[in-house]
């Protein structure tokens, strides 16, 4: 069984975590929740391919983008975090997958969750 532990990403880090989290799993299978008072819980992606996670301090903004990597998924789709105040990432044994979660200005929280990759000859 796996240990899971959960921490916060100072302010300060966010750039350089998702410069990290993209140059790492770009290609990867994510599914991206939200969870938001205003419109429900839902599933944004399921199983799509990351094609990257940045913030951008000047419009206090992440994104999340997916697809746009071959023909299966020849457009990028992007959910986009407006003013986010928190950052907490689950840690995990690597073949199990990890995720982020991004809470906004509005309380509604992201799950961004990176699917494992498969194990070699595990196909």
């Known amino acids: ?5 959960r921490h916060e990403i100072p302010r300060e880090e ?26 429900g819980d839902g599933h944004e992606a399921r ?3 990351l094609a990257y996670v940045e913030y951008d301090p000047k419009d206090d903004e992440i994104s999340v983008a997916v697809g746009g990597r071959d ?4 457009v990028v789709l992007r959910h986009a ?15 199990i997958g990890w995720a982020f979660d991004i809470v906004g200005d509005d309380d509604s929280l992201t ?13």
Request: aromatic content about 8%.
């Open 1 to 5: 069984m796996a240990v899971q532990q």
């Open 14 to 39: 966010w750039s350089g975590f998702f410069e990290g989290v993209t140059k790492e799993h770009a290609g990867q299978d994510v599914t991206i929740e939200v969870l938001a008072r205003e419109f």
């Open 47 to 49: 199983r799509l391919p």
């Open 71 to 74: 023909g299966r998924y020849p």
């Open 81 to 95: 975090v407006h003013g986010p105040r928190r950052i907490v990432s689950d840690s995990t044994a690597p073949l």
């Open 111 to 123: 799950i961004v969750t990176i699917l494992a990759r498969p194990e070699p000859g595990a196909e």
